[in-house]
């Protein structure tokens, strides 16, 4: 065994004593849980993400087999405190568990010093794939609330004077989600603040609304999810100052028919669009692979209650609904990744809407001697410039699981090298204005084709380590790093060269050579000490000072 096995190995034996301290008593463990897990408030920072050890924590509860809290005596005082304590130990066997996937990643070098010491220093100055990734997706959100914020604005104005209705005494108060207000301009308002909030949510998912998987659409989903958004509101304003924790046990099959009402939809349709927002038995050890992101909207406490979690429904539901949609149904997640093509298509064509641009309605397909030679997923042609910018649109999933699949996707995005020496190939023998004939012959008869940019982008992710070297003829970037790139509106008809201009910042875009965790870290858990540091030098001076 390596040193790394030894680790994982130890680390495996003491999650199993932290899980043997869960006290019996599953619904009302939960709910201690929750109590102190689940504490954001609906104004908070919506980009704050669950604790490390959030899913693993709920996980070692979800596991244990007795559903019942029938004759089990309870101290709230004490399981409060237990529940502090087991999350911080969760907290801490997560991060242990990401700083060994960044060993096993290459990014950090482990050594052990004795049974339970280990050490570990960083490999490389610059940032890991992992921490860009994180890094662009809290931009892109930033950035999509700001486009979100005026509607908001305005909705939660309106809902001052909704609170005040609310919170008068002969107003009655919802006992659960169930309920539906007897004034329809209450309901409207909390569906229009829950459509708000999927709106600033939608970097988290590219489907379509009518991409259809596991027997439900994705619009269905996200109809589902602002509803959802909007009770929690609502139950949080009316009689605000109860202090109520919204903690509130829900009766499963009433929701789902609250849900079908609501939407005017068929009940057994609503139940499988809500069966992936939940977190259970079955699909926890899944979701908790995945430290820190994605909190579980729902939670099952039995057979026939759940749960809702203000961090699950408001930091990333859609990332959440996305896996357990691929751990469902595989093999149609897998055959509608197409659909996700096309919407990043439309999303990149967003940024060039003027007349000045000539875009291609779907892929192009590039031929040699009658076979396919590759194909070309957009194309936009700038006619004030003569120039040509061909697209591989790479709609990858957020947040590798694991190591082996982010070593997947990396194999997948550098597949792009082939495409690119094929299209540049294509174009040296066929000429570029060839390439515009392909997909609009009536701009070829009236302009010449000057220069040919060839762009790789991906969806979250495009800078990867290890694996070959992307091919620098064409430019490599996320999507977010394009929005930075756009700024704060898309290309217009004064803007000089659009495509000269966006190829040039990501061709030239560079990781800053900066330490990307300047400080030494120490995890001590169940006997367990990890040090990790920023560099080996650091980590040889310490040692050095030790002795």
Request: proline share 5%; net charge neutral; with cysteine.
């Amino acid at each position: 065994m390596t040193q790394l096995d030894d680790c994982y190995q130890l680390l495996a034996e003491i999650s199993a004593e932290v899980a043997a301290m869960v006290p019996p008593g599953h619904a009302r463990v939960l709910l201690a849980l929750l109590r102190v897990g689940d504490t954001k408030g609906l104004a908070d920072d919506l980009t704050q993400n669950a604790r490390p050890g959030w899913k693993l924590a709920l996980r070692l509860c979800l596991e244990r087999q007795d559903y019942k809290d029938d004759n089990i005596p309870g101290d709230g005082a004490m399981l409060a405190s237990w529940a502090e304590r087991f999350l911080a130990d969760c907290d801490r066997l997560a991060l242990a568990s990401m700083a060994l996937a960044r060993c096993e990643s290459g990014h950090l070098q482990l050594q052990q010093r004795a049974p339970r010491t280990f050490v570990a220093w960083a490999t490389s100055r610059r940032p890991s794939t992992e921490q860009r990734e994180r890094a662009d997706f809290e931009w892109w959100s930033a950035h999509s609330a700001r486009q979100v914020a005026p509607r908001m604005a305005t909705l939660l104005a309106e809902r001052k004077r909704i609170i005040a209705y609310l919170n008068r005494e002969d107003v009655p108060r919802p006992v659960s989600a169930e309920f539906s207000a007897s004034d329809p301009t209450v309901e409207h308002l909390y569906r229009q603040l829950g459509q708000a909030h999927v709106a600033r949510f939608a970097l988290q998912h590219s489907y379509p609304a009518d991409a259809a998987i596991g027997g439900a659409t994705v619009g269905r989903h996200t109809d589902i999810l602002a509803l959802l958004i909007g009770w929690l509101h609502r139950e949080r304003d009316h009689h605000t100052s109860d202090g109520d924790d919204t903690h509130t046990p829900r009766d499963e099959r009433a929701l789902i028919a609250a849900l079908a009402d609501a939407l005017d939809a068929d009940t057994a349709e609503t139940e499988r669009a809500l069966q992936p927002f939940i977190l259970d038995r079955d699909n926890a050890a899944y979701h908790s692979a995945l430290p820190g992101h994605a909190a579980p909207p729902l939670i099952r406490l039995d057979e026939e209650r759940v749960v809702w979690s203000a961090l699950g429904l408001l930091s990333e539901p859609l990332i959440f609904l996305s896996r357990d949609l691929r751990r469902r149904h595989a093999q149609e997640y897998h055959n509608s990744a197409h659909l996700r093509e096309g919407v990043f298509r439309l999303d990149l064509y967003n940024l060039f809407g003027d007349r000045r641009f000539v875009l291609s309605a779907g892929r192009v397909e590039l031929k040699r001697s009658g076979k396919a030679r590759t194909d070309l997923d957009a194309l936009v042609f700038d006619r004030k410039t003569g120039t040509l910018g061909v697209f591989e649109l790479k709609a990858q999933d957020p947040f590798a699981r694991s190591v082996e699949e982010r070593r997947r996707q990396r194999d997948n995005f550098l597949r792009a090298n082939r495409q690119v020496s094929a299209i540049l190939e294509w174009v040296q023998q066929h000429g570029p204005d060839e390439l515009l004939v392909r997909f609009d012959e009536r701009a070829a008869k009236r302009f010449r084709v000057q220069k040919v940019y060839v762009f790789v982008l991906g969806r979250y992710v495009a800078h990867l380590a290890d694996g070959s070297e992307p091919d620098r003829r064409a430019a490599w970037g996320s999507w977010p790093q394009v929005l930075r790139v756009v700024g704060d509106g898309p290309f217009d008809h004064d803007d000089r060269n659009p495509l000269s201009l966006l190829f040039a910042r990501l061709r030239d875009a560079t990781p800053a050579d900066t330490t990307a965790d300047a400080d030494s870290q120490v995890i001590e858990v169940g006997g367990l000490h990890l040090q990790i540091y920023p560099s080996f030098t650091e980590m040889r001076s310490a040692k050095n000072r030790q002795t």
